[in-house]
């Protein structure tokens, strides 16, 4: 492509993170939208385990199983001229690390709200990683089918209790069993939910905001109530501010039902009016990379494993940041140091996966791994190096020992570990006097997908052994005495050979640093 080209292929770009507390019915927007893409003719929803009809971007059994997304799924489809990436995040506070680093790798956000909780505490933690990094928010208040609480109260919750403006774009005519339709403002129209006798979904609004008054539902007490609603936020609300929700200062608000598609079409062609085009990345050097310079260079955000048990395959997800990507090209790796050829790479429609010639900035593409990557590597093409900032990580805080539970399956033990901690959900690491595996992890949840993954995934039984929560502390190697070690402070090497103690408590810390006021202990690596 040329300069014009590229610009005009990274203008048609949105790349966006769904996400909320759990059962908010993420997923299932996500499920509505390929519908609209036409990428998957039925939507599946996660609840579906008796029809065999699971979301689409749950593909992992186990979460099949259990109904719930613990880990980003990424799908690309077109709508409306655009080109959209769309990564569907676990809501799960367990898989929290999986979610901000997703988060890195997007432009806005999509935060889901089920209308009768408002907001809860998963919300309100992801939504401050989008604050952190000033991205656009838009909100789609979920669940209108069924009985929920006062859209006036869910709006002077989301401006409470997450600090931020918002804006209501449409406003629900009744909910649950009164559900009548939706009062779009921003479109100047009422959307109704069910009008089976004339086919007609969107009714045209007068001058004065009103429907003409032969329709029926002019007569109705809940329609009159809207208006008066709306005379109240007109009069007293914010004023809509495209800057103010381009920096992430307000955010523009839908009330809707994924799981009866009401209201998300509506929503999907607002938001892509206003949601921005792949912005720039900065580097460790503060240099900013522009999506629309000549070289290409992209970072590893998400490393996944068996996506395809039949292949077990490894996929490491690349957020491209700038240029062009040609399959077959050459690139650097910039923490080897290495050149290396991309000749295998994927795109994922939903289901299906469809191998990627050409991409650009805003895309997310798949490239199979056999062990070259790592989550946080930056590539490039080109002779100038580059390096991305610091993908965010957590120190765990729940350990467990781990071992085979059959000794003659050890090769599928080693290959399973190995690989599932390539993934960054749980950390590996091996006792300095013994060897023994020891998996760290932020929430009991990780331990419990690991334990299941290696059976379904290695035919490989574990036995886990759990050792509590511990406190993790980096030691400098000059400074290690292995007699430093205790039952208080277990002595451990983390998957690049590097030195900490997992201490009991905070009692046992502090003793410890009584005992070497001299020895640094660093809580990261």
Partial sequence: MNKTELAAAVDKRRTFAIISHPDAGKTTITEQMLLFGGVVRQAGTVKARKSGNFAKSDWMEIEKKR??????????????????????????????????????????AVMVIDSAKGIEPQTKKLFQICKMRGIPIFTFMNKLDRDGREPLDLLNEVEEVLGIETYPMNWPIGMGKGLKGLYDRYNHRVELYHNEANGETFLPLDDNGELDP???????????????????IEEAGN????????????TPVFFGSALTNFGVETFLKTYLKYAPKPNAHKTREDEVIQPTDDEFAGFIFKIQANMNPNHRDRIAFVRICSGEFDRGMDVTLQRTGKKMRLNNSTQFMADTRETVETAVAGDIVGLYDTGNFQIG?????????????????????LFMRVTAKNVMKQK???????????????????????????????????????KFRMQNEYNSEVIMEPMGNKTARWIDPEQLDEK???????????????????????????????????????AKL
Avoid: C
Avoid at 214 to 231: A, G, P
């Fill in 67 to 108: 109904g719930i997304s613990v880990t980003s799924s990424v799908m690309q489809f077109d709508y409306d001229g655009k080109r959209i990436n769309i990564l569907d995040t676990p809501g799960h506070e367990d898989f929290s690390e999986d979610t901000y680093r997703t988060l890195m790798a997007v432009d806005s």
């Fill in 214 to 232: 032969s329709n029926e539902l002019t007569k109705d007490s809940i329609y009159r109530d809207v208006l008066d609603e709306m005379e109240l």
């Fill in 239 to 250: 004023d809509f501010d495209e800057a103010k929700i381009s920096a992430g200062d307000m």
């Fill in 377 to 397: 590597d930056t590539i490039y093409a080109g002779k100038h190096a580059v390096q991305f900032e610091k993908l965010p990580q957590f120190t765990p805080e």
């Fill in 412 to 450: 599928s033990f080693h290959k399973g570990i190995e690989q599932l901690v390539q993934e960054g959900a749980v950390q590996m690491y091996t006792s300095y006097s013994t060897g023994d595996y020891i998996l760290g992890a932020v929430g009991q949840l990780q331990f419990e997908v690991f």
């Fill in 484 to 522: 430093m070690s205790s039952s208080r402070n277990l002595l451990v090497k983390d998957r690049n050979g590097e030195p900490l103690f997992l201490f009991e408590n905070a009692f046992a810390e502090r003793w410890f640093q009584d005992k070497y006021p001299d020895v640094k202990l660093t």
